[in-house]
Nanobody, 124 residues
Framework: QVQLVESGGGLVQAGGSLRLSCAAS????????MGWFRQAPGKDREFVAT????????YYADSVKGRFTIARDNAKNTVYLQMKSLKPEDTAIYYC?????????????????WGQGTQVTVSS
């Protein structure tokens, strides 16, 4: 079993930045690809970014490409999402997720563990 806990969400003005963190505990973090997803009010959860176990492969949704950066520190069992140039449409609950393979995926159903989410609100 893996427990994921997100932090770093909050209220920020448009154009601002936030860094989300996702700390993993429980079963070893080794070999897991990680992803970030988000769910805006009234919408389905959507893919944001994913990173391979070694960090060499990353993939982003078109809507965040060039503004968001996913990174991980395996020594700390933590994955990050650096968000810059935030827009009101980035407002959502952000979830991190882990999948029990090393390779990346943008598909929600391919993830095995999920955090509870952290709220990000971007004001205009």
């Amino acid at each position: 079993q893996v427990q994921l806990v997100e932090s770093g969400g909050g209220l920020v003005q448009a154009g601002g930045s936030l860094r989300l963190s996702c700390a993993a505990s429980g079963r070893t973090f080794s070999g897991y690809a990680m992803g970030w997803f988000r769910q805006a009010p009234g919408k389905d959860r959507e893919f944001v970014a994913t990173i391979s176990w070694g960090g060499g492969s990353r993939y982003y949704a078109d809507s965040v490409k060039g503004r968001f950066t996913i990174a991980r520190d395996n020594a700390k069992n933590t994955v990050y999402l650096q968000m810059k140039s935030l827009k009101p449409e980035d407002t959502a609950i952000y979830y991190c997720a882990a999948r029990l393979v090393v390779t990346i995926s943008p598909r929600e159903h391919e993830y095995d563990y999920w955090g509870q989410g952290t709220q990000v609100t971007v004001s205009s």
